[in-house]
């Protein structure tokens, strides 16, 4: 029952208490929102089911995908140590060869010289 000269405050506003911890103290159940209860079931529940079931087939896919390409990429991983040890291979062969290239070129020098010395000795002889 109101009185004459009473006035109504509104919920949401926050009153003042004039002791305790001090004029400007708010208490906390006045700055508290009220939340109604929520239903526990979504009207859209339907929906989410169905959702949840695309999702699990997309999920299903991308796992399979995946699975798919840590194979692909284990045998490219194969192939590519099996590239580097023939890389390794042909590496060996060119040194090999340009060793031989040089005990050729350096024989075939001599075989100049040679040729060379030989003709000169022939050319002395003549004289």
């Known amino acids: ?8 405050q509104p919920l949401s506003t926050p009153t003042r208490q004039t002791s305790g911890r001090g004029s400007n103290h708010i208490p906390a159940s006045d700055t508290m929102k009220k939340v109604p209860p929520t239903s526990s079931k979504l009207p859209s529940d339907g929906i989410m089911e169905g ?6 087939t997309m999920l299903s896919n991308i796992l399979e995908h995946h699975g798919r390409a840590n194979q692909r990429l284990a045998s490219l991983e194969e192939d590519l140590a ?3 040890l023939e890389e390794e291979k042909l590496k060996a062969t060119i040194e090999a060869l340009e060793k031989e290239k040089s005990k050729m070129n350096a024989k075939v020098a001599l075989m100049e010289r040679k040729d060379l010395y ?3 000795k022939a050319k002395m002889e003549g004289f």
Do not use: E, R, Y
Request: proline letters at 0%; a positive charge.
């Open 51 to 56: 959702s949840v079931s695309q999702m699990t």
């Open 118 to 120: 030989d003709l000169l």
């Open 82 to 84: 099996h590239a580097k």
């Open 1 to 8: 029952m109101l009185k004459i000269g009473m006035t109504l």
